[in-house]
């Protein structure tokens, strides 16, 4: 089995959205092919070009990943319709004593760490991962 130490958090979404799409039994054999035929999406084959075929072979999909809850908490003095404003629809955030707190799970590259926390920064509104 492979580690997933090497593999960012879009990569593996993207690795999910293709065994989502093409079925749990044949993900794997149908990557293989569209790698051959250079008809992967641009972010699988760059998956094939750093890592290679027989890496996807060994690989597994992690699995305690998948559905797992993820919260940032802003604090401060922004506001819940700005922030909300901001979040892809797969994240939502609402009001607390200790802040807006914003709650999702990890989409198809619309994920906390790599979209979600940097495109508030983008409007100065400060977020932090909390874990509950």
């Known amino acids: 089995m492979s580690t997933t130490k090497s593999l960012t958090a879009s990569q593996l979404d993207a690795l999910r959205q293709w065994r989502d799409e093409h079925g749990d ?3 794997k054999r149908k990557l293989t092919l569209a790698w051959v ?17 027989s890496w996807l072979h060994s690989f597994t999909l992690p699995t305690d990943m998948t559905n ?8 401060g003095d922004a506001d819940l319709r700005d922030v909300q404003d901001f979040l892809p629809s797969n994240y939502t955030a609402t009001s607390t004593e200790d802040g807006i707190l914003i709650s999702g799970h990890d989409r198809f590259g619309w994920t906390l760490d790599g979209y979600v926390l ?9 977020g932090k991962e909390v874990f509950k």
């Open 68 to 75: 797992t809850k993820r919260y940032a908490l802003i604090q």
């Open 118 to 126: 940097p495109r508030l920064g983008s409007a100065l509104i400060a």
């Open 37 to 53: 035929r250079a008809s992967a999406p641009a972010p699988l084959h760059a998956l094939r070009n750093s890592h290679g075929p």
């Open 25 to 27: 039994e044949n993900w």
